[in-house]
């Protein structure tokens, strides 16, 4: 089965809680290997849904790649079903520097990605002690490192803090990791949508960004994690349009439990706006999906 159109990626999305996954690309160019490659047709389109049984795999499509499905029913033996092809073009890394960031938010910016781990003309990687983490706006791009899984699934929706297209009216930030510290910092600039009190960032809008710094910090540090526990206490406000650190540090791992701690503070550090501690909690794929 061709997954092509959204009847097959709602039975794709049933199938997913009883053990389907997406397959990473060497995983997918081995379990294709031992087929025949098939051209196809030349007046192929991913949104005709009468495509359904065009055969795969798909190599040397132009403009196209494939990404395979497995399915491991429980007792059965481990086999591919289909795969899912996906449009080439990279989906929006939404934690690079655009138009909207100030000169403060650029220049806190380059001051962590100077000390991140670089890649030389020869492929090898220089360390650094930081790494820029990416952001989509769909959470299983991240699963997929920006493969296009979020198509699979929930084709609407969309992560919280990336859903406004305007740059600068919502939530700019980009979160940088330090993993043999257990750290991360965030540099956030937060616009004028994110309003609460005349002139301050919302409660909630801070809440959020805690949650999704601390919430990719334990992800990263755990895998699959949901929040289970955030306490957070507002010290002073923030004003819309500032640029603000989020600093996000390991307390302790306790079985699946994950304890994180969390300051906002100015950009120099001098004041501090909220601190939060977070309780997340490892979770299999199967919870996160209801099944
Ligand atoms: C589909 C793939 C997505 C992949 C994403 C991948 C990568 C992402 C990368 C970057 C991230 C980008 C964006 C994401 C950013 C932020 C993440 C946001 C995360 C959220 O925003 S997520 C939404 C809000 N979140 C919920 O919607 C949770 C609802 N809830 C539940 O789903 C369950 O409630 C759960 C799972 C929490 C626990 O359920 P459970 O059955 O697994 O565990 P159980 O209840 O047995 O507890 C086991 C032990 O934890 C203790 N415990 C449990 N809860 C506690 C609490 N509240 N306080 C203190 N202790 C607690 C118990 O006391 C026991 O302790 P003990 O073992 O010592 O007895």
Redesign the pocket.
Known sequence: MLLCCRACRTMFSRLWGRGVRLLSAPEATAATAFQSPTPLPPTWNPDNRQDHTIPFPFSGASGMRAVMVEVIPLNIRPFTMAPWLFSSSQPRDYSLPNSSWSSEMQKLYEHYNNMCEVDTEGGNKVKGAWRR?P?YNS??E??TGGQGGSKV?QQEAR?F?RNIEEQGAGFEYVVFMKKHEKTCICVFQPGHLLEGPPGYVHGGAIATMI??V???H???LSG??????LTINYRSPIPLGSVVLVHSSLDKV????AFISCQVTSSDGSKLHTEATG???K?D?R???GA
């Open positions: 983490l952001s959470c299983l991240y699963v699934l992560l803090t949650d999704s601390t919430g990719t334990a992800t990263y699959l994690i949901m929040t289970a526990n306790e079985g699946r439990k309780l997340f909690l979770v794929v919870h996160l999906l």
